[in-house]
């Protein structure tokens, strides 16, 4: 093995360039993965255009390029190259997706802090993460993190659909977090005025086409499920999977959910949208008290006053990022697992969803540039 490898450095907004750096070292809890594919996020967009940036400092002000370079992606799949000297149930060639947050586990704190003691790995009071925080990311040869951090995949999923077991665990948490919240409505309550009888995804996106199914095929929601996106695939794709779709562009949306609700509304308003603008038809969409769960990112150009018709109508607001969950015996994170599971299982379609592969680092920049704007992507995966 050489000293050095490739990765794709962001050096400034907007800015993608393919540089030398050293293979990281291991350490002897540590493993070394040779990446094999990373899915491409709207958060790796969000970063790359400026619109969001993640690693901050202790105040929780934004890091500039500039000063900290990242090296992007977070939905990692790999081969194991190299393990620590102490590393026991991993070996040369073994087959992993990988958990790119570091919690107390990954960092052997003892005892556990108040977060992950109740399974919220991603609110770790010592959280950092690979490919968002500043922590070196997927998109290069190499990377190196603690063995609890690498879920063996035990079947031959193909390192293209692997590479969602992420976003797919970020689905997972957020249905997660809705159940666990005090909330009016819910799905499947025992007592019939109290339970969820209309759902509206805003957003048809991959991960709005993941909600469709976790909802249809985990959670068994047999109700009206509403999705509202104007792009055409992705609203064929929607259907497939067993939602009512409707196109924004074409029909006003809140005298569909009037007529679909029979004047009720929906109990249970999802945004995967990441749409400022979602904000503004909120109120005409969701009954009194409803669920709202806050699951894209970005919401540029919202003012922050349309807030006020949403206090109006005391919804239970649910926010939530990244797959957190409890933990296995040996550290490692079970949402991850159940993700990969679920996949495995071809109980979640991703292979539909994945619409664009970059052969190498050298083409990725094409999918930050161009490619996912185009109304043709859905998602694209990078192979390494």
């Not at 977070?74 to 087959?95: F, K």
């Not at 079947?155 to 976003?167: F, I, K, W």
Request: aromatic share 6%.
């Amino acid at each position: 093995m050489t000293s050095t490898m490739q990765g794709l450095l962001l050096s400034d907004i907007t800015k993608l360039e393919l540089k030398e750096f050293p293979i990281p070292a291991v350490n002897p809890h540590n493993v070394l993965v040779k990446v094999q594919a990373v899915g491409l996020c709207g958060s790796d967009f969000h970063i790359f255009s400026g619109e969001a940036n993640y690693n901050t400092d202790k105040r929780g002000r934004p890091i500039s390029l500039v000063e900290q370079p990242q090296i992007l992606g977070h939905e990692i799949v790999g081969v194991v190259a190299e393990v620590g000297e102490e590393v026991r149930d991993l070996q040369t060639g073994d087959r992993v997706v990988l958990d790119q947050g570091l919690n107390c586990f990954s960092k052997r704190k003892k005892p556990l802090c108040e977060y992950c003691t109740t399974g919220d790995s991603h609110q770790c009071q010592f959280y950092t993460e690979h490919g968002i925080t500043g922590l070196p990311g997927g998109l290069a040869e190499y990377i190196a993190l603690p063995a609890v951090n690498l879920i063996p995949i035990n079947s031959d999923l193909d390192r293209v659909e692997a590479a969602l077991t992420e976003p797919l665990g970020c689905v997972i948490h957020a249905s997660d977090r809705v159940n666990r919240s005090r909330t009016r409505y819910a799905i499947g309550a025992e007592e019939i005025d109290r339970r969820v009888k209309s759902i509206l995804i805003c957003g048809g996106g991959p991960a709005g086409l993941m909600f469709i199914q976790y909802l249809r095929n985990i959670l068994q929601y047999d109700g009206l499920l509403l999705v509202s996106e104007p792009n055409a695939f992705r609203r064929d794709l929607a259907t497939g999977f067993g939602a009512v779709v409707i196109d924004p562009l074409v029909d006003d949306l809140a005298e569909v959910v009037e007529e679909q609700t029979n004047g009720r509304r929906v109990e249970y308003f999802i945004d995967a949208s990441g749409a400022g603008s979602v904000f503004n038809s909120i109120p005409g969409l969701i009954r009194k008290q409803a669920t709202i769960l806050l699951y894209g990112y970005g919401h540029a150009g919202a003012d922050v006053s349309v807030l006020n018709n949403l206090q109006f109508i005391e919804p239970t607001l649910v926010t939530a990022t990244g797959a957190s969950g409890g933990f296995d015996s040996q550290g490692r994170t079970l949402t991850y697992q159940k993700a990969l599971d679920l996949l495995e299982s071809k109980q979640i379609n991703v292979g539909s969803l994945i619409t664009h592969r970059y052969e190498s680092l050298v083409d990725v920049p094409q999918a930050f540039v161009t490619d996912h704007q185009n109304p043709d992507y859905i998602k694209g995966v990078a192979l390494l």
